[in-house]
C-alpha cells in the first residue's frame, strides 16, 4: 500500500524552511523590536504561529517516519 501524504524530503525541506522564517521573524524582532496594535497580532500570532506550527508539523512527520521505518518492537 503506498503511503499518504509527504516522503520525508519533503518534510526535511517544509522543516528547513520553517525554521528559517521563524529565525528571520526572530532576527526581524531583535532588530526593530516588538510592534504594538494590530502588528502584533500579524507578525505574532500570524507568522510566528505559521512558522512554527509547520515547524511541529513537520519534525512529527519526520518522527513517525522514523518510528515506522524501524518497525514493531518485540516486548516479550
Given amino acids: ?13 517544509r522543516l528547513a524552511i520553517s525554521v528559517a522564517g521563524l ?5 526581524a524582532l531583535l532588530v526593530r523590536g516588538v510592534p ?10 500570524v507568522a510566528g504561529g505559521f ?11 519526520i518522527l513517525r517516519a522514523r518510528s515506522a521505518a524501524r ?3 518485540d516486548e516479550a
Fill in 51 to 61: 512558522f512554527g506550527l509547520s515547524a511541529l508539523w513537520s519534525l512529527r512527520g
Fill in 1 to 13: 500500500m503506498a503511503a499518504k501524504g509527504p516522503g520525508a524530503g519533503e518534510l526535511y525541506v
Fill in 36 to 45: 504594538s496594535g494590530p502588528a502584533f497580532f500579524e507578525v505574532i500570532i
Fill in 71 to 73: 518497525g514493531p518492537r
Fill in 23 to 27: 529565525a528571520l521573524l526572530i532576527g
